[in-house]
């Protein structure tokens, strides 16, 4: 991730340094757009200390993980933290994981089995997709970062469209 360094001096020079940089600084959002963060979730500091949010050394690998499509539990064995400083991390960022892919039917990612209501099979398990579809569902675990610019995917609870990344 290329960091703006130039953004960050200018509000270093600005405020003396960044924690007395205000929210609401246009400076600092552009920063947060720049470095891909959508929603930092800001703590009122008269709540209890519990609530604060610390940031660790290991929110970026937790961060990048999770952009790459990896659930919790994965991230959880990949990092050794828990599930619950996991999803602490990824909530005060305001991200969301990303649904991992059960398979590719014809040559589009597959997140669920409803999202092959597209092509009018409706099943309840691999086994009976592969029936209906003389086996070309193939049942492989993919995540985000398997697929290559250009590749189509569903998404879970929509069976209406195909995206491209």
């Known amino acids: 991730m290329d960091i703006p360094y130039d953004l960050i001096h200018q509000l270093e020079n600005k ?3 960044m924690i007395n940089v205000p929210d609401s600084d246009p400076l600092l959002i552009e920063l947060h757009k720049k470095i891909g963060i959508k ?5 009122n500091h008269r709540k209890i200390y519990r609530r604060h949010y610390v940031p660790h050394y ?3 690998e937790i961060i990048e993980l999770n952009r790459k499509g990896y659930s919790i539990n994965e991230i959880n064995y990949m990092t050794k933290r828990s599930n619950q ?3 602490n991390i990824l909530h005060n960022f305001g991200l ?5 892919y059960i398979g590719i039917y014809k040559g589009i990612y597959i997140s669920s089995l409803q999202n092959l209501l597209y092509w009018g099979i409706k099943a309840r398990n691999a086994i009976e997709v592969n029936r209906k579809t ?4 193939a049942t492989k675990r993919y995540h985000w970062c398997d697929l290559s ?3 189509k995917f569903m998404i879970r609870g929509n069976n209406t469209e195909i995206f491209t990344k």
Not at 39 to 43: A, L, Q, R
């Open 58 to 60: 290991y929110d970026d």
């Open 85 to 87: 400083t996991i999803s």
């Open 39 to 43: 929603n930092i979730k800001h703590t």
């Open 96 to 100: 969301k994981t990303k649904d991992p």
């Open 134 to 137: 003389n086996q070309q569902f």
């Open 15 to 17: 405020y003396g340094t």
């Open 149 to 151: 610019e250009g590749d």
